[in-house]
């Protein structure tokens, strides 16, 4: 499971404990600020209120609902609004760098390849898979589940400066070693072409036990290569 690595001291208990101390000076707007924050505590970390009305307007969609619906871990529902705004900012071509950095700032490798993960729209492609090969909702909460427990384990970025050879190695070596239903290969823009050779070389070693789908959209690349009925590594 997946914990924040934020520092112990809360900034808006403190805020509170200075409101409190100073009451008298404190103007009515200062006050409703004030419960506005505590209200969104969870998304102080993001230090940008445009940014948190815009994860605050995205989580009313059907895709945050169907999501909190599986999954109850709170970080996990903050990281997936954060993948929902990123994308939120990518698409009105806004610099979306500086949120990547808060996130993993505040929860890690992990945190950033998650919101990567809800970003690039691959939470809704593998839960369009998971539909066709399960057979009960409980199936499918333990699926969801393990894939943001395991997201190392599930899903690859290639970038431009990987190595087509030693990155598809490395997914050999955890597809071998974990032998998931699903395994993805993503990437973004001028990786793309990079990622086309890391998944020809892992398909190399794997076909007779993995089947591959492949699609393209807004210049991202996804490869879903996926487990055969009967087959066990």
Known sequence: MLYSKGPIKDPIESAAKGAVKGTLEWTEEKIVELIKRFKDRDLFFVQDEKIIDLAKELRERGEFKF???????????????????LRGLEEEGKDFKPLVNKIHK??????VYIAHFVENG???????????????????KEEIEYAFNNID????????TDKPKQKADE????????SPEVF????VGVAKSNCEKVKKIVMQKISSIYACEFYESKGKK????????GDVL
Request: proline fraction near 0%; charged fraction near 25%.
């Open 153 to 160: 384990k599930v899903v690859a970025f290639v970038s431009q």
């Open 122 to 140: 691959l939470f809704s492609k593998y839960v369009g898979y998971l539909l066709e090969i399960i057979s009960s909702e409980e199936e499918l």
């Open 222 to 229: 996804i490869f879903f290569l996926n487990r055969m009925d």
């Open 67 to 85: 999501f909190k619906k599986y999954v109850k871990d709170k970080n996990y529902r903050i990281l997936f609004m954060m993948g929902l705004t």
């Open 106 to 111: 505040k929860y890690g490798r992990e945190g």
């Open 171 to 178: 997914i050999v070596t955890k597809i071998q070693a974990h």
């Open 184 to 187: 993805i290969i993503s990437s």
